[in-house]
C-alpha cells in the first residue's frame, strides 16, 4: 500500500479563496487515495465550503483554524513575523515540524518565498532557493528557472539553480540527461549581460549536468532545453509573456472560428483535435511552481488559481516525496559546497 502524502493547501490565499482551494483538495482526495489534505484558514468558512460535497472521503481531509490572513500587498517580511496564525505561517510551520509533507498556496507569493526560507529553511549548501515552473513546449514541457524568487542572483546562484533543475527534470518529469541552457540575447558564448557572461564558462565546466549554452526567447517554446536557466526577473518576464501570449491566441482563434457561417462549420470538425493541442498549453495542466532547495516541498500557484490547478499541484506534491527530491537536491549540493558555504550555514 502507498505512503500517505500529508499536503497542506492554504484554503484563504488567492483571488479564488477559499471556494477553489476546498474545491480542489476534494478533487484531488476524489481521484487518489494516497494523499491526505490539511486545509488552513478560517474553520467556519472551509467547513461551510466542505458541505458543498457529499460523496468525499471525509477522513482525508483535515482543517487546521486559523484566525489571520495575509493579504497580497502587505509587506512579506514584517508579515509572516507579525501574523503567526496565519495560514500561509501555520502551513510552513506544519512542514517545519514535518507534521506535513507539503503546503501548497495561491496566497501572496512574497510571503511563501520568505516563510519557506525563514521557517521551513534551505537544504545544506542552497544559497538561493529558486522557483520552478513546468512550461508547455513542442516537445513537451521545459522547467523555468527561476521565475520569481531571485531577481539579483549571482553566478554561482545560477548554477546551483542548473543543477536543482537537472534533479527534478530526471525524477519528477522523467528526462534522462536533461538539456540545460542558460537564456540570453544570442547564441553565442560571447553574447550577454555581465550576470550571463560570467556564469556560462562555469556551467560549461559543471561535470553534472549536460549544459547545451545559450537559448534565445524563441526557441523556448520550440522545447530546444528541458531547464531554461535565469534569474527570477527575465524568468518572470518569460513566463508572464508566455502566459499572456497563450491566452490572446486562444481568444482570437476562438473568435475567428466563429466570425463566419462557414469558419462555424470549420470549428466543429476541428474542435476535438484543437481541445486537445489547447490542453498541452494549459498552465493549470501542470500544477504550481516548486520552490526548489529547502527541507520541506513549498509549491506557489498562480494567485488566480482554479480548483484544477490546484488539484495538479497537490498531485505534484505526491510525486516529489515518492521520488526524494528534497533528499536527492540536498545530496547533490550538499556534498559540492565549500567549506565556506558550509560554515555560512
Given at each position: 500500500?502507498?505512503?500517505?502524502?500529508?499536503?497542506?493547501?492554504?484554503?484563504?490565499?488567492?483571488?479564488?479563496?477559499?471556494?477553489?482551494?476546498?474545491?480542489?483538495?476534494?478533487?484531488?482526495?476524489?481521484?487518489?487515495?494516497?494523499?491526505?489534505?490539511?486545509?488552513?484558514?478560517?474553520?467556519?468558512?472551509?467547513?461551510?465550503?466542505?458541505?458543498?460535497y457529499q460523496n468525499y472521503p471525509k477522513e482525508r481531509i483535515q482543517v487546521v483554524n486559523t484566525t489571520e490572513v495575509i493579504e497580497t500587498a502587505e509587506a512579506p517580511v514584517m508579515a509572516i513575523r507579525k501574523k503567526k496564525d496565519s495560514s500561509i505561517v501555520v502551513g510552513l510551520n506544519m512542514?517545519?515540524?514535518?507534521?506535513?509533507?507539503?503546503?501548497?498556496?495561491?496566497?501572496?507569493?512574497?510571503?511563501?518565498?520568505?516563510?519557506?526560507?525563514?521557517?521551513?529553511?534551505?537544504?545544506?549548501?542552497?544559497?538561493?532557493?529558486?522557483?520552478?515552473?513546468?512550461?508547455?513546449?513542442?516537445?513537451?514541457?521545459?522547467?523555468?528557472?527561476?521565475?520569481?524568487?531571485?531577481?539579483?542572483?549571482?553566478?554561482?546562484?545560477?548554477?546551483?539553480?542548473?543543477?536543482?533543475?537537472?534533479?527534478?527534470?530526471?525524477?519528477?518529469?522523467?528526462?534522462?540527461?536533461?538539456?540545460?541552457?542558460?537564456?540570453?540575447?544570442?547564441?553565442?558564448?560571447?553574447?550577454?549581460?555581465?550576470?550571463?557572461?560570467?556564469?556560462?564558462?562555469?556551467?560549461?565546466?559543471?561535470?553534472?549536468?549536460?549544459?547545451?549554452?545559450?537559448?534565445?526567447?524563441?526557441?523556448?517554446?520550440?522545447?530546444?532545453?528541458?531547464?531554461?536557466?535565469?534569474?527570477?526577473?527575465?524568468?518572470?518576464?518569460?513566463?508572464?509573456?508566455?502566459?499572456?501570449?497563450?491566452?490572446?491566441?486562444?481568444?482570437?482563434?476562438?473568435?475567428?472560428?466563429?466570425?463566419?457561417?462557414?469558419?462555424?462549420?470549420?470549428?466543429?470538425?476541428?474542435?476535438?483535435?484543437?481541445?486537445?493541442?489547447?490542453?498541452?498549453?494549459?498552465?493549470?495542466?501542470?500544477?504550481?511552481?516548486?520552490?526548489?532547495?529547502?527541507?520541506?516541498?513549498?509549491?506557489?500557484?498562480?494567485?488566480?488559481?482554479?480548483?484544477?490547478?490546484?488539484?495538479?499541484?497537490?498531485?505534484?506534491?505526491?510525486?516529489?516525496?515518492?521520488?526524494?527530491?528534497?533528499?536527492?537536491?540536498?545530496?547533490?549540493?550538499?556534498?559540492?559546497?565549500?567549506?565556506?558555504?558550509?560554515?555560512?550555514?
Amino acid at each position: 500500500m502507498a505512503e500517505t502524502v500529508r499536503v497542506v493547501v492554504d484554503a484563504m490565499g488567492g483571488d479564488n479563496a477559499p471556494t477553489e482551494p476546498v474545491k480542489g483538495a476534494v478533487d484531488a482526495v476524489m481521484e487518489r487515495s494516497d494523499i491526505l489534505v490539511i486545509l488552513t484558514g478560517k474553520q467556519d468558512v472551509i467547513e461551510e465550503e466542505l458541505k458543498k460535497y457529499q460523496n468525499y472521503p471525509k477522513e482525508r481531509i483535515q482543517v487546521v483554524n486559523t484566525t489571520e490572513v495575509i493579504e497580497t500587498a502587505e509587506a512579506p517580511v514584517m508579515a509572516i513575523r507579525k501574523k503567526k496564525d496565519s495560514s500561509i505561517v501555520v502551513g510552513l510551520n506544519m512542514v517545519k515540524k514535518q507534521e506535513a509533507d507539503a503546503f501548497v498556496s495561491s496566497g501572496s507569493t512574497g510571503a511563501i518565498l520568505v516563510g519557506g526560507q525563514v521557517l521551513v529553511g534551505r537544504s545544506k549548501g542552497v544559497e538561493r532557493p529558486p522557483l520552478a515552473p513546468l512550461i508547455p513546449t513542442e516537445k513537451g514541457v521545459s522547467l523555468l528557472i527561476d521565475c520569481g524568487a531571485n531577481v539579483d542572483a549571482r553566478p554561482s546562484h545560477l548554477v546551483q539553480f542548473a543543477k536543482m533543475g537537472s534533479i527534478y527534470m530526471e525524477n519528477v518529469v522523467g528526462v534522462k540527461n536533461p538539456r540545460v541552457a542558460i537564456v540570453n540575447n544570442g547564441a553565442e558564448e560571447e553574447k550577454g549581460n555581465a550576470l550571463v557572461k560570467e556564469t556560462f564558462p562555469l556551467l560549461k565546466e559543471c561535470k553534472s549536468i549536460n549544459f547545451i549554452g545559450s537559448i534565445e526567447a524563441r526557441d523556448i517554446p520550440a522545447g530546444y532545453a528541458d531547464v531554461v536557466v535565469c534569474e527570477a526577473f527575465v524568468g518572470n518576464v518569460i513566463l508572464k509573456l508566455y502566459e499572456g501570449l497563450g491566452s490572446t491566441l486562444v481568444k482570437m482563434l476562438k473568435a475567428g472560428m466563429m466570425a463566419t457561417t462557414r469558419s462555424k462549420v470549420g470549428a466543429l470538425l476541428v474542435k476535438p483535435a484543437m481541445k486537445e493541442t489547447l490542453k498541452a498549453f494549459d498552465a493549470s495542466e501542470y500544477g504550481g511552481a516548486p520552490l526548489l532547495g529547502l527541507k520541506g516541498l513549498v509549491v506557489k500557484t498562480h494567485g488566480s488559481a482554479k480548483a484544477i490547478e490546484i488539484k495538479h499541484a497537490i498531485f505534484q506534491c505526491v510525486q516529489f516525496k515518492q521520488e526524494k527530491i528534497n533528499e536527492k537536491i540536498a545530496e547533490r549540493i550538499g556534498e559540492e559546497a565549500s567549506p565556506k558555504e558550509e560554515k555560512a550555514e
